[in-house]
């Protein structure tokens, strides 16, 4: 940990060395968060997908970052970016935010270290990118190398792709200690079609290695990898008959979606399928999933300047009218104990949760409705609202917990001249506990 905030404190001396010198950027923001409720844990949206930053019974976050980039030519440049974060609650200790180098052009980005993950949808979605990788934990430290932008390898016909490729590792307290965890993407895009653009892909991931409790060193070498990344090896046996799913937890997840604009309106429909085995490969599974559709104003300043509908749907998980004994347990792991979860934080959908102990899944059947909105209110007050209505149904060998929550989050900037003022107001009301009341100030300043 010394050595991270060295390394901070360098990138802070080395950027203020050069921020007049040509070639040279240099940027930095700070911003500090206080949070009341009324229950033992913040209201819903107080806490998820708030970049790992805020935990469940935070009422203090703060965070600054630095960002150094060396201009190589008009199309590339090279990143240096370092912050920090102290969050109080379940964590209450200093962290690294991000600590990262990178490389990018006009169409790859490439980086090493722990980086923090755009933004999607104006962040109106409950799982950003997809169902499995949500912004609801801190960022894994890793290498990452992934297209910016549509690679056009038949323009004339239209077509293009995207992709990714990333191998992180955990540094988190869990059962099975330094799992890594393998990522690759892939999607296809069809744009010949005037004003309509098809997308079809897939999200793989893989949790593999690591030290078992019991088992020790499981595989882990370079052949081990291949096996992972082409998802071989399915059936053979750890630590004397425990089976690993394609040796390791296997997750995945396609995706599919268009866009097309209708008159100042950009939209966006978007289809997210999961599978964690064979039978969801297949689409055994359906109809588990995401559905949404994401409206943008292409003249913002207005009361909605974007508007976000997402249905998610987790109950069939392959299912089978033989029982139960073969349904899915999404985002649980027999061998990799921990589950889809970095910090004791799920990796993917918010909605699903850990139990009391944040150790197990001990909800993952869901069905959930989400609303998200954003504009300028009153012509001068950005504001951002949240409002999800969720009915939880259990996991499979986790209990019988049923219940349903409406959870409401406000993020309204009032003040933005030296710096930044947000209050933040949010409420989740239970059908089977009382309500609970949140109520927040987050204060942004740029620095640099």
């Known amino acids: 940990m010394k050595i991270q905030f060295k390394l901070f404190a360098i990138l802070i001396f080395w950027g203020c060395s050069y921020t007049n010198a040509q070639n040279f950027q240099f940027s930095g923001d700070f911003t500090a968060k206080g949070i009341v409720f009324s229950g033992d844990e913040s209201p819903f949206w107080f806490h998820s997908n708030q970049r790992g930053r805020v935990n469940e019974k935070s009422n203090i976050s703060t965070f600054g970052s630095v960002l150094m980039s060396y201009q190589i030519n008009n199309n590339s440049r090279f990143l240096v970016g370092a912050g920090l974060l102290f969050q109080d609650g379940y964590i209450d200790r200093l962290q690294l935010d991000e600590s990262f180098i990178g490389f990018e052009n006009n169409w790859v980005e490439i980086s090493v270290g722990r980086k923090q993950r755009v933004e999607l949808y104006k962040g109106l979605s409950a799982t950003n990118e997809n169902i499995i990788w949500s912004l609801n934990a801190r960022p894994l430290p890793g290498i990452s190398i992934k297209t910016t932008r549509p690679v056009y390898f038949l323009p004339n016909a239209g077509l293009a792709f995207e992709a990714s490729l990333e191998e992180f590792i955990t540094d988190d307290d869990r059962f099975v200690r330094d799992t890594r965890i393998h990522h690759k993407s892939f999607n296809l895009i069809f744009s010949k079609i005037r004003n309509f653009e098809f997308n079809i892909g897939l999200h793989h991931f893989v949790q593999w290695a690591g030290t078992h409790p019991e088992f020790g060193k499981l595989p882990g070498s370079f052949k081990d990898y291949l096996k992972v990344v082409t998802g071989s090896g399915v059936g053979e046996e750890v630590g004397g008959g425990n089976e690993v799913n394609g040796l390791g937890n296997h997750l995945g997840s396609y995706i599919a979606g268009i866009k097309t604009s209708v008159g100042n309106y950009n939209l966006n429909l978007i289809y997210n399928h999961l599978f964690e085995d064979g039978s969801g490969l297949r ?82 059947n869901v069905v959930a409705h989400h609303i998200g909105v954003t504009g300028i209110a009153f012509s001068s007050l950005p504001y951002k609202f949240l409002t999800s209505h969720r009915q939880n149904f259990g996991a499979k060998a986790g209990g019988n917990l049923r219940n349903k929550i409406l959870s409401t989050y406000l993020d309204l900037q009032v003040y933005n001249t030296y710096f930044d003022v947000n209050v933040l107001v949010g409420a989740d009301f239970n059908n089977t506990a009382g309500p609970n009341f949140g109520a927040g100030l987050q204060l942004k300043k740029m620095l640099f």
């Open 283 to 364: 689409l055994g599974n359906t109809p588990d999933g995401r559905y949404s559709i994401y409206i943008e104003d292409r003249e913002p300043g207005k009361w909605v300047d974007a508007f976000m509908y997402e249905f998610y749907y987790t109950k069939h998980q392959s299912f089978t009218s033989s029982g139960t004994d073969g349904k899915d347990n999404y985002f649980n792991n027999n061998l990799y104990r921990s589950g889809w979860t970095y910090e004791n934080r799920i990796l993917g959908l918010p909605f699903i949760f850990l139990d009391e102990d944040r150790f197990r899944v001990a909800n993952n």
